[in-house]
């Protein structure tokens, strides 16, 4: 490695030899050393690229045509705000990834402050036409509220995070360029797909010889083209052109399963975030006030722990309607308190460390004792039992799909399972094995990586890191 | 060094109660002592005698619940630590007192690097920026004699060993020029040829900067190479207080003596070493009286002498004793023997003319102090 590392450019030092190596950075390479684990995030990986490049992979609209002459990109022009936020993220990161300068942290800030950036930029076109349907829905007066507060709140992690950001001026440079660029071509050319989607249309120019020229993604259909123009496209078996078959409305079943991984992902993540954030706080400040503090948290975490998770998602569902944000905020604010308990034993064990008295003694402030010394510190069986956690999020996302309580014409793996069993008794082979094989792999792959990051923690406490 | 009139820090009357269960303890009784600017002064006893209590007081670092003070003050600048409000205690740890640990392996957190771990106090304290931070922690690391300090800022604890920590630890503590600095044990865990190091490092930093340091140990050797007042500490009190030449030369205090009886001497010949019969009593049932009088051979041997003063007393395990009257029913207090040398004990010769004192040692040695007793220019 020949380029200095962040702080020896904050120095001024000579770079040295190599850049010493965090614990959390042996215990990661440790953990991906075994196989099972580099099966398993291999998998993980498979679904982020389906996730990420869905559009791209499985689409009804090609991915480059020719017609009447004129060239165009179908596919982009159809594209939503979640696929171009998706697609900057995950570009973004790849790039962070390769850059050795930064530590995680500032890393994890470069991709929320794009965030932050991107999200707008993408979804304004798309609410400047929806504006006066979201009106008449909900009220002026909400609608304004809720664009208010969010643009505000967008526009403080906007200001305030590069304050926070420790990079060279160079770093600034080639951020603000990107950035620059960014904003440029999503506004020249905003992310606007038309209202009305008409799959069978290039198919039908096609037909009609209007197209000179073609490329159609890998899997030529959308996952929600329910192939009007094919008779009899429903329940097709699996064959050369539906490699998975159609599912009950005709729709491409592998398509459908490429973009349901972005479902299972995001449940998956954001579900166990909210337990993660929420567990944390709640945990932490019990372990570390303990007395009577900590009394009145664990009643508080056994009110929690009595309130059966799928009636309620049931009740909730039949309730406000289907929504996947409820889903997840539900799935979250239901499992914390398993996360609370980890890290409140954490931290009434971490509260002794003589690193955590010599930190408190150093006259750091409350705010980085905790969360900067104790619960990096804490984290480890958190981070463990978070790998299981997305996946019985993932199974509870699934269960409810299967119950017919899901998402309504998004594509979810538990949707396509509902639709093995048909209201006659017949059984769809390939609506059952595809799909459960796909949950199947997603459950274990989280419980692999779970299994590896315990074992690759585990020595390193033995071996008095921090014990 | 010219000794100033006013103690850099002046602790009265500290008492220190834990809730434990339905029961109160004190580990902490009744403690005062004071620590002159560039003074070391060092606070002995056996583990659990509430040495580090004291110490951890000092800062406001016992867990509160279950631990509180219960009376007593501690004056540091002309301002009573114990009542100052958070944030300004803040701003005194770490930047006017600081402290280091008896376990250098664990008083490092694994997660940061050296440099991250000593700039964040920095930064804190000095209100620099990080570069700048960075550039006085490299200076720390280069005066307390690390080698390649730039590299080793970036380093991970775990690749260090227990007296590289130890010496990181005390740069981290030095690195805001304290004016004092409170050692809870800093050698126990490192070995001896170590430990010589650290404590030559730490008399080499005293030098340069002028501060004072609170040395808290259990090794008369480390008190003998270091101190310049020694405080006895047993069950909770400070029974003997005095400067370090006066106290070694003449132990008062049964307890004192019997811990210097207890230390192997270079050429002596022994059969076993001399031992304090007993254990520490426990600060939940310690005895009435003076607390050290179940172990005390001076007040059996008296007692033995004056049968008429004397009082049976029966120990948990059935053994019966019988001790003075005076020492099984009245707790002595600290008096002046002599100049510098605070006792209290009711059966060191003319201990009863005294009045109690609070002991206030301005003192600063000028030569080295052998175990054995015996003073060398």
Redesign the interface.
């Known amino acids: 490695m020949t380029s200095s590392?962040a702080?020896?450019v904050?120095?001024g030092?000579?770079a040295?030899a190599a850049?010493?190596?965090?614990?959390?950075a042996i215990v990661l390479r440790d953990t991906v050393s075994q196989l099972g684990a580099r099966l398993a995030v291999a998998w993980i990986g498979l679904l982020i690229l389906g996730a990420v490049f869905g559009p791209f992979i499985a689409n009804s609209f090609p991915l480059i045509a020719r017609v009447d002459g004129r060239w165009e990109s179908p596919m982009w022009r159809y594209l939503v705000p979640t696929d171009v936020v998706l697609l900057v993220v995950f570009i973004a990161t790849i790039i962070l990834c390769g850059v050795r300068q930064m530590t995680v942290p500032v890393k994890v800030g470069i991709v929320i402050w794009l965030l932050a950036l991107v999200i707008p930029l993408a979804l304004w076109a798309v609410l400047a036409r929806d504006l006066s349907w979201y009106r008449h829905e909900y009220g002026t007066g909400l609608v304004v509220i809720s664009l208010g507060v969010a643009f505000g709140l967008d526009l403080a992690v906007l200001v305030l995070v590069p304050l926070k950001l420790?990079l060279s001026s160079r770093q600034w440079t080639i951020l603000g360029l990107f950035a620059a660029a960014l904003t440029g071509i999503l506004v020249l050319h905003p992310v606007k797909p038309p209202t009305t989607i008409i799959y069978d249309q290039y198919r039908e120019l096609g037909r009609a010889g209007r197209m000179q020229f073609s490329l159609p993604a890998p899997v030529p259909y959308s996952p929600t083209d329910r192939l009007r123009d094919q008779p009899d496209a429903q329940l097709l078996a699996p064959d050369t052109r539906h490699w998975m078959g159609t599912e009950i409305n005709g729709a491409d079943v592998f398509s459908r399963m490429i973009h349901a991984s972005r479902v299972a992902l995001a449940i998956g993540f954001i579900a166990t975030g909210i337990a993660i954030v929420a567990g944390c706080a709640v945990g932490g400040v019990m372990g570390y006030f303990?007395?009577r503090v900590d009394m009145l948290g664990m009643r508080l975490l056994e009110i929690f722990e009595a309130i059966p998770t799928l009636f309620l998602l049931i009740s909730c569902v039949a309730f406000f309607g289907r929504s996947l944000y409820l889903v997840m905020v539900i799935i979250g604010l239901t499992s914390w308190s398993g996360y609370a308990r980890f890290v409140r034993a954490e931290f009434l064990r971490l509260?002794?460390?003589?690193?955590v008295?010599?930190?408190?003694?150093?006259?750091?402030?409350l705010r980085?004792v905790l969360f900067?010394?104790m619960l990096?510190?804490g984290l480890v069986p958190v981070l463990v039992s978070a790998s299981f956690g997305v996946a019985s999020a993932i199974l509870s996302e699934s269960v409810l799909s299967f119950l017919g309580l899901g998402l309504i014409d998004e594509p979810s793996w538990g949707d396509l399972l509902n639709q093995a069993t048909g209201q006659g008794g017949t059984f769809t082979w390939w609506l059952a094995v595809f799909p459960g094989l796909a949950i199947f792999l997603t459950v274990f792959s989280y419980n692999l990586i779970g299994e590896a990051l315990r074992d690759a923690l585990d020595p390193k406490l033995r071996?008095?890191?921090?014990? | 060094m010219e000794p100033s009139a006013q103690p850099i820090l002046d602790v009265r009357n500290l008492s220190v109660a834990f809730n434990s269960g339905p029961r109160q303890i004190t580990p902490v009784r009744d403690v005062s002592f004071s620590i002159y600017p560039g003074q070391t002064v060092a606070l002995v006893g056996e583990s659990g005698c509430g040495k580090s209590v004291t110490a951890?007081s000092i800062?406001r670092?016992i867990?509160s619940?279950?631990g509180r003070v219960v009376q007593g003050t501690v004056g540091f600048g002309g301002r009573d630590l114990l009542s100052l409000p958070e944030p300004e205690m803040?701003?005194?740890?770490?930047?006017k007192i600081?402290?280091?640990?008896?376990?250098p392996?664990?008083?490092?957190?694994?997660?940061y690097?050296i440099?991250e771990q000593i700039a964040?106090?920095i930064v804190?304290?000095q209100r620099v920026k990080?570069?700048q931070a960075?550039?006085i922690a490299?200076q720390a690391l280069r005066d307390v004699g690390i080698a390649d300090p730039?590299?080793r800022?970036?380093?991970?604890?775990?690749?260090l060993s227990g007296g590289m920590r130890q010496r990181v630890?005390i740069a981290?503590?030095l690195s805001c020029r304290p004016q004092l600095l409170i050692a809870d044990e800093p050698t126990t865990a490192l070995d001896v040829t170590i430990q010589a190091q650290i404590l030559e490092l730490l008399r080499k930093l005293q030098r340069e900067t002028g501060m004072a340091i609170l040395l808290i140990t259990h090794d008369l050797g480390v008190v003998a190479e270091n101190a310049d007042v020694v405080n006895v500490m047993y069950a909770s009190r400070i029974v003997e207080s005095a400067a370090v030449e006066d106290l070694f030369d003449r132990p008062m205090h049964p307890y004192t003596a019997g811990l210097f009886r207890s230390v192997p001497k270079l050429g002596a010949r022994a059969e076993r070493l001399a031992a304090i019969p007993g254990t520490v009593p426990n600060p939940a049932q310690f005895p009435g009286g003076c607390k050290f009088h179940p172990r005390c051979a001076r007040a059996r041997e008296l007692a033995a002498r004056a049968a008429a003063e004397a009082t049976t007393e029966i120990m948990s395990d059935g053994e019966s004793f019988r001790v003075p009257r005076r020492c099984a029913s009245e707790e002595p207090l600290l008096r002046e023997m002599e100049p510098r040398h605070w006792a209290a004990c009711h059966q060191v010769a003319g201990y009863d003319e005294k009045p109690p004192t609070e002991p206030r040692i301005e003192h600063k040695r000028a030569s080295v102090v052998q175990v054995d007793g015996e003073v060398t220019a």
Not at chain 1, 19 to 24: A, C, I, T
């Open positions: 590392t702080t020896s904050m120095t030092a000579k040295p850049r010493p190596r965090s614990l959390m420790p303990s007395g509260r002794n460390q003589d690193f008295l010599a930190a408190i003694a150093a006259g750091l402030p980085s900067r010394h990096p510190n071996d008095g890191a921090s014990d | 951890l800062l670092l867990p619940p279950p803040r701003g005194v740890r770490g930047g600081a402290m280091i640990f008896q376990e392996m664990t008083s490092l957190n694994p997660v690097s440099g964040e106090a804190l304290h990080t570069a960075y550039e490299e730039a590299r800022l970036q380093e991970y604890p775990h690749v630890m981290m503590a």
